[in-house]
């Protein structure tokens, strides 16, 4: 079924140039000038196209995900489709990915992989660690939905943190879709110019329970010494056996994105990459470093792009918290 795969894939993909090069346009008109226009942010759409790609692709099940997809007005589903087409033949014939998206084997990821790859190391320390928190908080949430799926349960308080410009957006789509929400606390903050603990506190954040402070995609965008201060913050008031599960960038991937084209279409929606660590050696030495000078220890982590010559482009890193 394989090669048969193959030979259907190739002509079709050829014959669907043009609607690939359309259904590119379209997302890209979608994420970049509506999301400009309604003042949202254009990488939280990064983020909800790759996971709808990989619920379509059954290699995540995740229909919170496709139904808020569905109903936000700054991605295109039709786009996305007229753009996949061809590979999702292929997936469907051959019963496997291939191309794109794909599972490649720990440390041989490259860029194109990295949102994929990325939810798959999150969703794996994720599951372990839901079994013994009794709080999830996700810090600059985004159109995430994992406190929407298989993660709900009574005995677990939800949390989601995000500027409130997106946020606001998010819970009217919400609202206006079937999703149930009502289980989550929605807590409008900007970490670079507010105080977001003290918020979370105010908004019920039990500091007496153990916590998993959820932080993906996030960190590039902030500086250092913002990425830091949250550090600081959160191990000051989580209670020993939390966790704290972020990204951390290489250096090398944040001056990717932080100049040519990269950075023109950043600036579209006033994001821009700032905070990286410096993989291009050492890379472990340097993650333990880090982590230990805000007094917490490494966990499990996954090096994505390690067996390149530069050095991983990015880290999944549990830090925990005693
Ligand atoms: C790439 S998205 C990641 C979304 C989500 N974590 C996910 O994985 O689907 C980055 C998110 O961080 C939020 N963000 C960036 N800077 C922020 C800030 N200073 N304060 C609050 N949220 C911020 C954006 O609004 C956006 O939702």
Same mark, same amino acid.
Do not use: C
């Given at each position: ?8 894939? #190739? ?13 590119v346009?379209l997302v890209g008109y979608k994420q970049i000038v509506v999301s400009k226009k309604l003042g949202l942010s254009m990488t939280a759409i990064e983020v909800i196209n790759g996971r709808w790609t ?11 995900t496709?139904?808020l997809a569905a109903a936000l007005p700054n991605t295109s589903l039709?786009g996305l489709?007229?753009t996949?087409?061809?590979?999702? #033949? ?24 990295l949102i994929? =790859? ?14 013994? *928190? ?6 600059g949430a985004g159109y995430d939905m ?11 308080? &939800?949390?989601?943190?995000d500027?409130?410009s997106v946020?606001?957006h998010k819970?009217?789509t ?5 999703? *149930? &929400? ?13 105080? =977001? ?15 998993? &402070?959820?932080?993906?995609g996030?960190?590039?965008y902030?500086?250092? =010494? ?16 939390? *966790? ?5 960038? =290489?250096?090398? &991937? ?11 279409t950043l600036?579209r929606t006033?994001e ?51």
């Open positions: 079924m394989n090669i048969l795969s193959w030979i259907i894939y #190739v002509p079709l993909q050829i014959l669907f140039l043009p609607a690939v090069i359309l259904g346009s990989m619920h379509i692709f059954g290699m995540r099940k995740d229909e919170a496709a139904s039709f489709w007229l996949l087409f061809p590979l999702w #033949v292929k997936y469907k014939i051959s019963g496997r990915v291939a191309v794109y998206p794909r599972v490649p084997e720990l440390g041989s990821e490259s860029i194109v992989d994929v =790859a990325r939810t798959l190391y999150f969703d794996r320390v994720i599951e372990r660690a839901m079994e013994q *928190v009794d709080q999830l908080v996700v810090m994992r406190a929407y799926e298989k993660l709900r349960r009574n005995n677990v308080a &939800f949390f989601e943190l500027q409130p946020q606001a819970l009217a919400l609202k206006s879709s079937d999703i *149930v &929400f009502e289980h989550v606390t929605f807590v409008s903050v900007d970490f670079a110019n507010e105080n =977001a603990i003290d918020k979370l506190i105010e908004s019920g954040f039990d500091k007496s329970k153990k916590t998993l &402070f959820l932080w993906e996030v960190t590039l902030l500086s250092q =010494a913002e990425v830091r201060k949250t550090m600081r913050d959160i191990r000051n008031i989580a209670t020993a056996g939390s *966790v704290l599960l972020a990204d951390i960038y =290489a250096e090398r &991937f944040i001056e990717f994105g932080g100049k040519g084209s990269s950075k023109k600036e006033d821009g990459v700032d905070f990286g660590l410096n993989f291009s050696s050492k890379h472990e030495q340097t993650l333990s470093e880090f982590v230990k000078s805000e007094s917490m220890s490494v966990g499990e982590r996954f090096f994505l792009g390690e067996k390149s010559d530069k050095g991983p482009f990015v880290v999944v890193v549990e830090m925990l918290i005693d």
